[in-house]
DNA sequence: CTGAAAGCGCTTACAG
DNA sequence: CTGAAAGCGCTTACAG
């Protein structure tokens, strides 16, 4: 019930060890030129006082040792696993990471990353965003920028790091198609907008190659599902109940894969004898082992830590772009696999 | 390629509107004693010249209109829905969320509040913290506070918002009780540490409460699992194995029940018929229909619009604490139904 | 109603 | 090596 105890300032650590408050912002910031007897002085009344730095009075200056980080699904099971990289890739960098959600919309995409410029944030990494090249480039201008998971081979104002989506999915085909499918379907979701080269992008234009010796026209075979579960169960249903429907399916992502089971189970259809089914993302390794998906692993971890080395870097001055990109591996399970020699 | 446009500042706005710094500054907050003309001339200049405040500076005297939003687990599929109702409460007010994972340890999170009270965030909600109730109190007068999944009815350095965890725990065994089961385990998680009055230790006290009228010690009833998915897997097929195996289950979360029904099924127990089960949160509300799991239902987007109301309350002022707890209700579904008159 | 000035807590040249 | 001073972009009493 005591008011606010007043803040320990960079003044009150001056005062307390008997020096200027310039020496003491050096002595913060590792600067040249302290004696190493007034470093310790300095540290000592730090310690003392129990002093923190004011990020908000350096951001004014300097920076904010703040890292922003942008995404736009919180129910997206595989986007953890990039976070978890990002914090590792920043630990011990003095940087802090806060999260920011876009909710899947370009304006209040938009408006999160002024929101976070104008927070003075030091570097930003975007998970997937929605925007188009064009806006983040301009944003790149203004802060240090990584991207994951939206390809960008050519761009010359941010780095990104991908796995590279378009083998993913050839892989993908390819194993359906040694397991026998005829009528291979890719259940994709439909772009935010025409321009976005987002790995879901890629991912449709891997499918089209790969699809190239098929009889069918291969943008007949991908189907898109929606933002919401409950549309694309709909979906899902009206694909699997009509006459000439798939015998495989290459699900974007483990989450709709999930709901192809589910789909599955309450008409009847068997999985894989009637469909062969394959996921992206490896999400499930445990959770859900009975169903055994097929799924292309592309651990998001290491996608997290190199984002977070190419932004520290980028904030230590490098200027020319770096352009990261792994390959995904296709984990067969009892999803898709018909035959028994594998 | 070009530098770094240079920031619009109040003062460009000032001279472009030919105002003073201060006009501009008390137009920005809508502040008294502007002249409707003046307001619109700068107004004007603010829209052509396309400025931004700039919130650390702004932070250094006044607010940053920014709060901070503390959680532990980005993978619990059930705190998605308390930041939907969060952003909800939160939207149109100015202030902006931003999100920071403590990551279950409370060093990280004790530096996470530390670094959101640095950053001069005005508010701080925290989901399910790990840090004991002293400590956060030490931060809450700091910096206005709402505490969600975290019971402290006697507080009153911050707010509180929560489901009756105790009452959830009571339905859900008498449930139990009535489908005939004899053998009744709660599938808990072990605590943090001793004094942590948590959802989890409210659900253990609720159950053991209801408990009473059984032979079993309660306490030998509780088996408590860990953090991570592999190690709480062992525990529950040992106790699936055991040859007093439980014939009714009540697990902390869904995500535990999920589990439960994957061992199940691999070692060939039937749900409900050889054991009942029942989770908490009804977080796969659709997405494992046809496993049917039993859930108490408490939606997190009530505590969400709960806690930023309360939050922005105190900020404006309010400094008596307000406690509020909402009552879940059990939705039965096939993992727990024996009998057929429901 | 309007504006000049001090100050928030730091950092950064610049003297000494 | 050390420190006085200006300044980052705002807000807040306080005069006019």
New binding site residues.
């Given amino acids: 019930m005591t008011g606010r105890a007043?803040?320990?300032?960079?003044?009150?650590?001056?005062e307390d060890a008997?020096?200027?408050?310039?020496?003491?912002?050096?002595v913060?910031?590792n600067?040249?030129?302290?004696?190493?007897?007034?470093?310790e002085k300095v540290q000592a009344s730090m310690q003392k006082l129990g002093?923190?730095?004011?990020?908000?009075?350096?951001?004014?200056?300097?920076?904010t040792f703040t890292i922003g980080l942008l995404q736009n699904d919180l129910r997206n099971p595989y986007l953890p696993t990039i976070f978890d990289g990002i914090f590792k890739g920043l630990e011990g960098s003095g940087f802090q990471p806060l999260l920011g959600v876009g909710q899947s919309t370009e304006p209040l995409e938009t408006a999160l990353i002024n929101a976070m410029i104008?927070r003075q944030m030091d570097g930003l990494i975007m998970v997937a965003p929605r925007l188009p090249g064009e806006k983040i480039e301009q944003f790149a201008r203004e802060v240090p920028t990584c991207i994951i998971a939206h390809h960008h081979p050519d761009e010359d104002a941010f780095d990104t790091v991908n796995f590279d989506d378009k083998l993913g999915a050839r892989v993908a085909v390819r194993h359906l198609i040694e397991q026998g499918c005829h009528n291979i379907v890719m259940l994709s979701q439909a772009l935010p907008e025409p321009g976005v080269s987002n790995v879901i992008q890629q991912r449709e234009l891997g499918f089209i190659e790969a699809m190239g010796g098929l009889n069918k026209r291969p943008s007949d075979a991908i189907v898109h599902g929606f933002f919401d579960a409950a549309s694309t169960e709909t979906l899902i249903r009206e694909l699997l109940l009509k006459p000439d429907r798939p015998d495989g399916l290459f699900c974007w992502s483990d989450m709709v894969a999930t709901q192809v089971f589910v789909a599955a189970a309450e008409i009847g259809l068997r999985i894989p004898e009637d469909i062969a089914v394959v996921g992206y993302d490896n999400t499930y390794d445990d959770q859900l082992r009975p169903f055994g998906l097929s799924s292309l692993n592309q651990p998001g971890y290491k996608l997290g830590v190199a984002a977070a080395q190419l932004l520290l870097s980028r904030i230590e001055g490098r200027s020319e772009a770096e352009h990261k990109v792994f390959s995904p591996e296709l984990i067969v399970r009892g999803s898709s696999l018909r035959s028994d020699d594998t």
Same sequence: chains 1, 2.
Avoid: C, F, Q
């Fill in positions: 007043k803040r320990v300032t960079i003044r009150t650590v001056a008997d020096v200027s408050v310039a020496a003491v912002s050096k913060l910031r600067s040249y030129g302290v004696s190493e007897r007034m470093r002093y923190r730095p004011h990020s908000a009075a350096r951001g004014l200056r300097g920076k104008d």
